[in-house]
């Protein structure tokens, strides 16, 4: 199948003027224009997922300004995007802490942490490190197409979990989410339900 | 029953049920609602079918099971006519004395008719009682009168007459434009006008069209949506046929949540008949429009009644909002033209089309036309389904409908809105019903109004709130799942008497991201009791973190200090 032509639009980015194809996203126009905006549950393998909202932000159109995920939002002529502001950072430094409650000692968060000035102390140390970025579920469903691992539960009792019957014939050979895990804690996951559910298999 | 093949043949039918039936013969009306078979009318109707065997009425006295009769206070209701005595909290063993004595006596019992617990008056019939008489009943006052699980008692109080104007007088186009022209906004609490919405669902490119009714309502204290789809949900297929006539769709859902056995129940039975009688399936009437109308039965969750979770539920994905920039009327459910309505909008368009756009916009105030159902729960003397013309002020809902306050208690505040709503204290309770004033005060327009008293502590209730929340969110986005999490620490924390410094503050910073940045409106309301409960109600928090004492004396660790 050929490649459709785009058509180009032109968007500002930071006072900038950046060019984006059609059909492109605020964060991938900003990223060729070698402009960061900081994102934890973006990959580009996967479709936009908009959980974690680091990458909000203030986007003027038509007049109106609102604040949106770049890694959702398509880019459109006339856009004017901030990837900075007094209200975006107050948001990423909040969201940064809620995460950091469960991942005190990821070294991207901490980073990100940094910039922002968030406290990772700022709230209780959660007991799960997952913070729900959906890399490996999404991954595993979208790219590897094995659906081994998945959500379970709703509200604040979300969680991931290894579905045992297909995690034990597909993830030994794979385990191509380990790395995909902002805060490292994946492995410890699949490690204790292959325990689990597998008591007598080494792993 | 061969299918109706025209809208004459349907008015002859309605002209052969209405002639059979004698309107003075005796009949004996028992709330079917949900309430009520909690208050188990189930053993009244026993009752009463028992009670009437080997009298002299028997044979010649009808039993009919109705819908929700709104009273759900004071239920079971049970209504004799011909003569329209109301009795309530009716028991089985008062059943015998009702046969006897006004059945086949005529004669009233003063215990069983309803005395008004501020004045000590009586009232005998349904429109006498407070509760009733200061309502604007158009869309529910039909309930009582029906057995909703029969269409000939729909088609014999002029059900589906709407849909028989409609296909013999009037275009699409004009539907729309007498849509537009009534006012209506979406009921669903945003208030979108309905109008707008059909107009860009027929004009959306594509043959096939989806139109919705939302009839998944799960706010705690809400049963407005599932109240009126079991009470009479002829009204709302007859409202969605108009719809699907209008904006050419051929397929049609009622989503409703599995945790309403009746609703589901009701539903089917009627989509069952309707499709019986020729007025749904192919070449309805057989005026050459086909649709098809289906129940979708989630599995529950407060979210799934966020649009995009709702049509993701409806394609049997998971139930979680996602982030769209098309609107649902160009790409909706299966990338399909879809136009989704509350149940609430749906069931005003047989009114709106029988009455004409000029007369229904006359009620209800200049930007916000018609009624308004509620759920009106919580220490009011009188709950139940209420509905009021817009424009009608809270404090005229909860003291001339509500009768006031429990046991002479003072009034302290009501929710509006529910879980994503805010609190109203004394000094805004002129505030109006109203999607504009509302709207200004920060409220959205949601089904229920917890009218709570003195005794109620607001840190509590609001934990409440945050408690559902943390259930019913889908977790997805950080925001809305950890802001949650951590809002609900916090109360708790404050409701033990471990509060700190700087809590307040901490819950309006966290409450800010969540509104700004949280995924879908779920998120986005979550902190809607915190901020307003906070604006209103300050000195009940800082008496929980600095005095470590609970002023309503409900949180345990801390009235224990007290005491």
């Given amino acids: 199948m050929g490649r459709i032509k785009m058509s180009v639009v032109t968007l500002i980015i930071d006072n900038k003027e950046v060019e984006a194809e059609e059909g492109t996203t605020v964060l991938e126009a900003a990223r060729s224009a070698g402009i960061d905006i900081p994102t934890i549950c973006h990959h580009e393998k996967l479709k936009p997922y908009t959980a974690c909202r680091l990458c909000m932000v203030e986007i003027e159109a038509k007049g109106r300004i609102n604040l949106d995920t770049a890694c959702s939002r398509p880019v459109a002529d006339n856009l004017v995007v901030r990837t900075r502001s007094e209200t975006v950072d107050r948001i990423r430094k909040m969201l940064l802490e809620l995460m ?91 490690l204790l339900t292959h325990a689990l559910a597998f008591p007598t298999t080494p792993f | 029953m061969p299918k109706i093949n025209s809208p004459a043949g349907l008015e002859e039918l309605r002209n ?16 079917g609602g949900t309430s009520c078979h909690n208050l188990d009318n189930q053993s009244v109707i026993s009752a009463f079918k028992e009670a009437i065997k080997k009298k002299p009425v028997e044979g010649k006295v009808d039993i009919r099971e109705t819908g929700c009769a709104g009273f759900c206070e004071k239920g079971p209701i049970v209504v004799i006519y011909p003569e329209g005595i109301c009795y309530t909290a009716v028991k089985p063993e008062d059943v ?92 669903s609490g945003g208030g979108f006008p309905a109008g707008r919405k059909w107009e860009a669902g027929q004009k959306a490119e594509g043959d096939t069209k989806y139109i919705i009714c939302n009839c998944h309502e799960g706010d705690p204290g809400a049963c407005v949506d599932r109240k009126m789809m079991e009470g009479n949900p002829h009204s709302v297929i007859e409202g969605m046929i108009i719809g699907a006539y209008a904006m050419a769709s051929h397929a049609g859902y009622i989503f409703v949540g599995d945790e309403f056995p009746l609703t589901v129940e009701n539903t089917e039975i009627a989509i069952r008949q309707a499709e019986e009688y020729g007025l749904l399936g192919e070449n309805i009437l057989g005026s050459g429009l086909d649709f098809t109308l289906k129940i979708k039965i989630d599995g529950g969750g407060y979210v799934c009644g966020e649009s995009t979770a709702l049509m993701a539920s409806l394609e049997g994905r998971v139930g979680e909002p996602i982030t769209k920039y098309d609107h649902a009327t160009e790409r909706g459910l299966w990338a399909k033209p879809t136009v989704l309505n509350n149940l609430q909008t749906w069931v005003n ?66 929710q509006v809105g529910g879980p994503l709503g805010g609190f109203v204290p004394e000094g805004q309770l002129n505030l109006t019903v109203d999607f504009d004033e509302l709207s200004k005060a920060g409220l959205s327009m949601g089904p229920s109004l917890i009218v709570v008293d003195e005794s109620t502590c607001i840190v509590d209730m609001v934990k409440y709130f945050l408690t559902f929340l943390s259930d019913e969110s889908c977790g997805k986005c950080t925001p809305c799942r950890d802001g949650i999490r951590q809002m609900l620490k916090i ?28 995924l879908c409106a779920l998120g986005q309301g979550a902190s809607g009791p915190v901020l307003s409960s906070i604006k ?28």
């Fill in chain 1, 100 to 190: 950091l409650a469960h991942a005190p000692d990821a070294v991207e968060l901490q980073d990100l942490a940094q910039e922002y000035g968030a406290d990772k102390a700022r709230f209780e140390k959660e007991p799960s490190f997952c913070i729900l970025c959906g890399l490996c579920v999404r991954y595993c469903a979208e790219v590897k197409k094995k659906n081994a691992v998945g959500f379970v539960d709703t509200g604040v009792s979300r969680e991931i979990n290894f579905i045992p019957e297909i995690a034990s014939k597909e993830c030994s050979n794979c385990k191509e989410c380990f790395p995909l895990c902002p805060t490292e804690a994946l492995q410890a996951t699949y």
């Fill in chain 2, 16 to 31: 052969r049920i209405l002639s059979i039936r004698d309107q003075s013969r005796p009949c004996i009306a028992i709330c």
């Fill in chain 2, 349 to 414: 368009v047989p009114l709106i089309i029988n009455q004409g756009a000029n007369k229904y916009s006359t009620i209800g105030t200049e930007r916000s036309k018609g009624t308004r159902v509620f759920s009106l729960v919580g220490q009011v003397n009188n709950s139940g389904l209420v509905e009021v013309p817009m424009g009608i002020t809270l404090r005229e809902i909860i003291f001339d409908i509500g009768g006031g306050i429990r046991e002479g208690k003072k009034f302290k505040a009501v």
């Fill in chain 2, 536 to 563: 209103h109600f300050r000195d009940e928090y800082e008496a929980h973190i600095k005095d470590k004492r609970c002023p309503a004396l409900v949180c345990d660790m801390l009235s224990s200090v007290i005491l």
């Fill in chain 2, 491 to 518: 109360l708790t924390n404050i409701s033990e008497g471990k509060g700190n410094e700087g809590d307040i503050e901490l819950l309006e910073g966290i409450s800010e991201v969540q509104n700004k940045a949280a």
């Fill in chain 2, 96 to 187: 015998p004395e009702i046969v006897s004595q006004t059945v086949i006596g005529k004669k009233v019992i003063k215990r069983l008719v309803y005395t008004d617990p501020n004045t000590g008056e009586k009232a005998v019939h349904e429109n006498e009682i407070p509760f009733y008489k200061n309502q604007m009943r158009l869309l529910t006052c039909n309930n009582a009168n029906i057995d909703p699980r029969n269409i000939e008692d729909y088609l014999a109080i002029g059900g589906y007459s709407a849909v028989v104007k409609v296909l013999q007088t009037m275009s699409p186009d004009q539907v729309i434009t007498e849509i537009k022209e009534s006012g209506l906004r979406g009921r």
